[in-house]
């Protein structure tokens, strides 16, 4: 069994966990043009951008000789739930002859799970199951925290592209590793790495934060949201997202009462402006721009799918906010046809707002 | 007290109920005009510009009672109406929208949350919590409730006999008994289409009337029974999460499968993810089918001559081929 899983952020991730099952990993390339280009071509035009790029991005792993794919089927109730239904039509009518193994909420379909799970975990016992699951876990952890820490030296780095280089390398040293021991000691040597990378100083007042916020896919998406990252860390902002692997794993897969607290206050902070949740990360989207507001940041990038339903709302309520919290906001929505030159000049101009509220703050 | 419902959305499908209990609890009720292009304007100003139309037009009536002074405009978040599915997500964030993006309409919006196993909302849970804000007992709201569930299952009642939401609407309203649906028809087609865009003369533009006139004997999803309509989508995997346009996708299944439905017209107005969806879905099994299928999508500024060309040629088609198999048999 030849195993893929969709490109989404930090992938070395997903694949320790296949590896250490013992089961042959493909990995995906990470999504470029062409993968747009054959999502955007085999999907219907219906679907989300997400959809095609994922899309596009399984089509590429079975052309490297995947033969399973593994995914999470998303929480309804919006389009995620149909994805993988959807790409399963869609590769069969492409007469590629690929298992889609979609994990849904295990709450609602245990028993399914089980037996999912019990296919994957190719004889090994439970045991080893779980160790590898805390291996991943530590390494999900691991690596967000390294990626925390690289979004905001960004800002400052003397030689521009450095740290995203170091990030590169660290990557391929976690690939490496077997056991929460070698997790510890790569994280180690990943820190010492970055603390060689030369910055220019900033006093704390000067220094701009920017939140990231919106749909999970092109929030935690480089390849396809413009590298928005890398372009606010080179126009000298620190940045941080409101979705990281192991939040997501902590709040989605864990059980219940663990690990959930960080969320749970992120929804309740969305309450006031939007009461339930809606599909998508709607709620989350509201809820963390309010965070962003009283931690002080000094303004919010809205990342969304074209025409993304949920998303769609929190747009619309994002100005009353950003009036009541005083923090600008600018939503940039996206699809194979957002122009990376378009998307800089926006990002100056916010940059450049930014600025002048933060001198007009200071004096 | 003046209570405003906006003629839009589900209104087309709720507002006998609505309308109903308002009244009995002793409030006027203010329902907005028709969609005009003025109003349309206005809804567009006010809304972001990748939602869809429909929801453009619903802030437009929503600004409009609240020039007109109202106390509240009623605005249920509307969440599930069946089990294991939701509504859209733009109808379950809807009051939201409203409170934040409408200048004045902040306090003003009663916002219940609709959550019901069935089509029927007239459960006291969900509108028990108006009782403060509106001054009323919880026995004066059992009681309207029953009035409005009354009205409400004549309206669907009627309804299933084949009339249009319009001509039923307007029945529940005057006690006007609306004439019988025509009867000389040369052909029948099966109409697919959310009420909101079939029933708004601005979107569709009159779309059941001019079928009609051209002889037209026309079926919509509402005339049909819930439950039958639900035994359409038997097979899960068909279903999508979204009740209204489950019902969509279950009424063509069925348009499909029906020997005395000639062709199908889905009416979309631009900007509908989960309507883009269905009309892929019908496209490709109408070749299976091998029935005609016909969309018409309407935007903002849809000329109105172009889409009367387009539909006379579909019908022209339709009725040729069906003279032309008669004569053959
Ligand atoms: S959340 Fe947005 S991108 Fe995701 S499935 Fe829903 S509409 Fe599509
Ligand atoms: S179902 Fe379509 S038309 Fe209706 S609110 Fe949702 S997106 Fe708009």
């Given at each position: 069994m030849k195993v893929a899983f969709p490109y989404m952020g930090t992938t070395v991730i997903y694949k320790k966990l296949i590896e250490l099952l013992g089961h042959d990993?493909?990995?995906?390339?990470?999504?470029?043009?062409?993968?747009?280009?054959?999502?955007?071509?085999?999907?219907?035009?219906?679907?989300?951008?997400?959809?095609?790029?994922?899309?596009?991005?399984?089509?590429?792993?079975?052309?490297?000789?995947?033969?399973?794919?593994?995914?999470?089927?998303?929480?309804?109730?919006?389009?995620?739930?149909?994805?993988?239904?959807?790409?399963?039509?869609?590769?069969?009518?492409?007469?590629?002859?690929?298992?889609?193994?979609?994990?849904?909420?295990?709450?609602?379909?245990?028993?399914?799970?089980?037996?999912?799970?019990?296919?994957?975990?190719?004889?090994?016992?439970?045991?080893?199951?779980?160790?590898?699951l805390k291996t991943v876990y530590s390494m999900a952890k691991s690596l967000d925290n390294i990626e925390k820490r690289i979004e905001k030296m960004r800002a400052y780095e003397v030689n521009r592209g450095e740290c995203t280089k170091a990030w590169q390398t660290i990557k391929t040293w976690f690939d490496e590793v077997e056991n929460i021991e070698d997790v510890r000691k790569t994280e180690g040597k990943s820190n010492k790495l970055l603390g060689e990378i030369k910055l220019i100083e900033v006093p704390e007042p000067n220094?701009?934060?920017?939140?990231?916020?919106?749909?999970?896919?092109?929030?935690?998406?480089?390849?396809?949201?413009?590298?928005?990252?890398?372009?606010l860390g080179g126009l000298g902002a620190e940045v941080e997202r409101s979705q990281y692997l192991s939040k997501w794993i902590d709040f989605n897969l864990l059980p219940k009462g663990i690990g959930k607290e960080h969320e749970l206050n992120i929804l309740k902070k969305g309450e006031k402006y939007?009461?339930?949740?809606?599909?998508?990360?709607?709620?989350?989207?509201?809820?963390?721009?309010?965070?962003?507001?009283?931690?002080?940041?000094?303004?919010?990038?809205?990342?969304?799918?074209?025409?993304?339903?949920?998303?769609?709302?929190?747009?619309?309520?994002?100005?009353?906010?950003?009036?009541?919290?005083?923090?600008?906001?600018?939503?940039?929505?996206?699809?194979e046809q957002t122009g990376a030159a378009n998307t800089l000049t926006r990002m100056e101009a916010f940059m450049d707002l930014i600025k002048s509220i933060k001198r007009t703050k200071i004096a | 007290m003046k209570i405003g419902i906006p003629r839009a959305l589900l209104y087309y499908y709720y507002h006998p109920l609505w309308k109903t209990f308002f009244e009995k609890l002793g409030f006027e009720v203010v329902t907005s005009g028709k969609t005009t292009k003025e109003l349309i304007d206005k809804g567009i100003k006010a809304s972001v510009p990748e939602i869809c139309v429909p929801i453009k037009i619903f802030n437009g009536h929503v600004l409009e009672l609240l020039e007109a002074g109202v106390d509240y405009i009623f605005i249920p978040r509307m969440m599930s109406t069946r089990k294991g599915e939701f509504y859209c997500p733009k109808f379950m964030g809807l009051p939201d929208m409203v409170r934040y993006s409408i200048p004045g309409a902040k306090d003003k919006i009663l916002f219940p949350k609709v959550t019901s196993l069935t089509d029927d909302i007239s459960d006291f849970k969900i509108y028990s919590e108006m009782g403060e804000t509106l001054g009323v007992s919880n026995k004066q709201i059992k009681a309207a409730l029953l009035d409005g569930q009354k009205a409400w299952i004549e309206f669907r009642r009627i309804t299933k006999e084949g009339y249009t939401a319009l001509e039923v609407l307007d029945y529940v309203e005057t006690g006007k008994k609306p004439q019988n649906p025509i009867k000389d028809y040369r052909v029948t087609i099966g109409l697919m289409g959310y009420v909101y865009d079939v029933y708004d003369e601005f979107v569709s533009m009159g779309i059941v009337d001019k079928l009609r006139e051209m002889g037209v004997l026309v079926e919509t999803f509402e005339m049909m029974d819930e439950n039958l309509l639900d035994a359409e989508l038997s097979d899960m995997n068909k279903r999508l999460f979204w009740t209204f346009s489950n019902k969509l996708l279950a009424a063509g299944y069925k348009f499909f499968k029906d020997g005395h439905?000639?062709?199908?017209?889905?009416?979309?107005?631009?900007?509908?993810?989960?309507?883009?969806?269905?009309?892929?879905?019908?496209?490709?099994?109408?070749?299976?089918?091998?029935?005609?299928?016909?969309?018409?999508?309407?935007?903002?500024?849809?000329?109105?001559?172009?889409?009367?060309?387009?539909?006379?040629?579909?019908?022209d088609m339709i009725y040729r081929e069906k003279v032309k198999v008669k004569k053959e048999a």
């Open positions: 990993v493909v990995e995906p390339p990470e999504p470029t043009q062409r993968t747009i280009e054959l999502g955007v071509k085999y999907s219907p035009e219906f679907a989300c951008f997400p959809l095609k790029v994922v899309l596009g991005s399984y089509i590429e792993a079975v052309e490297l000789g995947a033969t399973t794919i593994v995914t999470s089927g998303g929480h309804g109730p919006c389009r995620a739930g149909f994805y993988g239904e959807t790409h399963k039509k869609i590769l069969r009518n492409l007469g590629y002859d690929v298992d889609i193994i979609v994990f849904d909420d295990y709450k609602s379909d245990k028993t399914g799970t089980i037996k999912k799970v019990r296919r994957l975990k190719n004889g090994k016992s439970w045991f080893y199951l779980w160790k590898s220094k701009i934060k920017i939140g990231i916020v919106g749909e999970i896919y092109v929030v935690m998406e480089q390849s396809i949201n413009l590298r928005i990252e890398e372009m939007i009461q339930e949740i809606i599909g998508g990360h709607a709620k989350q989207t509201v809820g963390h721009i309010v965070d962003y507001a009283e931690r002080g940041f000094d303004g919010v990038v809205h990342l969304m799918p074209f025409a993304c339903l949920p998303e769609l709302v929190s747009q619309s309520i994002i100005p009353a906010i950003s009036k009541e919290h005083n923090i600008p906001v600018i939503t940039l929505s996206i699809d | 439905i000639d062709g199908i017209i889905h009416v979309t107005a631009f900007g509908c993810g989960p309507d883009s969806l269905i009309g892929k879905i019908m496209e490709l099994d109408s070749n299976e089918f091998g029935k005609p299928f016909m969309t018409i999508r309407v935007d903002e500024h849809t000329g109105e001559n172009h889409l009367l060309t387009r539909i006379e040629a579909f019908i």
